[in-house]
């Protein structure tokens, strides 16, 4: 797992690339949300596009990560997420608790409203 962090206006666009599984997958995520929060981020954008496949350790810690943005009162949301890990939030029913957008234009002006 690879991650680079762009931003766009108070927007943190967290590029993820790679496999989203446990061990080091998740940790880097974890310690990514975890940094941003502690520098005071509140609006976080997680690109899957490049995410080629997510385990249940991945799933988890995409959940625990909304759940920590939530109670630091933080937006995170997902951009273009390809189908193979759609089709994996699909089967776990975490699409309704996911804000998940198919183009960044979207997505940051979700951020605004």
Do not use: C, W
């Not at 995520?29 to 249940?56: G, P």
């Amino acid at each position: 797992m690879h991650v680079e962090l762009r931003q766009s206006g108070d927007v943190v666009i967290v590029d993820l690339k790679g496999k989203l599984t446990l061990g080091l997958g998740d940790q880097i995520l974890r310690d990514t949300i975890d940094e941003l929060l502690a520098e005071n981020r509140r609006k976080i954008l997680l690109n899957l596009s490049e995410v080629s496949f997510i385990d249940s350790a991945g799933v988890g810690e995409l959940v625990a990560g909304l759940r920590t943005a939530r109670r630091f009162g933080a937006s995170l949301k997902l951009l273009q997420a390809g189908e193979r890990v759609q089709q994996t939030l699909f089967t776990a029913r975490l699409l309704p608790i996911f804000e998940l957008y198919p183009t960044e234009a979207e997505a940051l002006a979700h951020f605004e409203s």
